[in-house]
């Protein structure tokens, strides 16, 4: 006998093979993934040694700049060193110059002048003020000053006529200069 069945069968359906372009989009996106996250590990780590580059570069740099505040400090320090130094030794160069002035004016300095005033200006301008019994004796004085030879530009500024004390006397005022 026949048998003839008439329930269908169930017929297994063949698998249809992935399409290529779906297997090779899959592919294409796997690798651009590994290369997209190599890339990120690569420029994160890259990101990270520049950071703390930077950061001993800022470290390096703030040291740099407490030497040279040093080195400024050191600088300054010098500079009103020797400037203190030149003053020091100008002043002891010129400490004998008032010494040499009252020894040669009081070595001009005729019986009857005296001084009242002397001033020193810069080391070389001078300015005298004093008083004679005679107006002879100042004009002699002055003389003896411009015979001098540590002077110059001698000048009688004035000479007048006072009285001090019921006593007549002439005041004077005399300028010149130091032969540096």
């Known amino acids: 006998m ?4 008439l329930l269908p069968v169930k ?16 592919a294409v996106t796997v690798i651009i993934g590994v290369i997209m996250a190599f890339l990120v590990f690569f420029f994160n780590s890259r990101l990270s040694d520049r ?10 740099i703030a040291e740099l700049r407490e030497k040279v505040k040093t080195v400024d400090d050191y600088e300054k320090r010098n500079k009103i060193f020797k400037e203190r130094s030149g003053i020091i030794e100008t002043l002891s160069k010129n400490k004998s110059i008032p010494v040499k002035i009252l020894d040669e004016i009081s070595s001009q300095m005729p019986n009857g002048i005296w001084m009242q005033t002397l001033s020193v200006s810069g080391l070389e301008k001078v300015d005298v003020s004093g008083y004679g019994f005679t107006n002879t004796e100042i004009v002699s004085f002055v003389d003896n000053i411009k015979s001098s030879t540590l002077f110059t530009e001698v000048y009688l500024l004035e000479s007048k006529s006072t009285e001090i004390e019921k006593m007549p006397l002439y005041m004077f005022k005399l300028t010149f200069k130091i032969k540096v």
């Open 2 to 5: 026949i048998k003839v069945n």
């Open 11 to 26: 017929r297994r359906k063949k698998a249809k093979p992935l399409p290529s372009f779906l297997i090779l989009t899959i």
């Open 51 to 60: 950071k703390s580059q930077f950061a001993a570069n800022e470290k390096k």
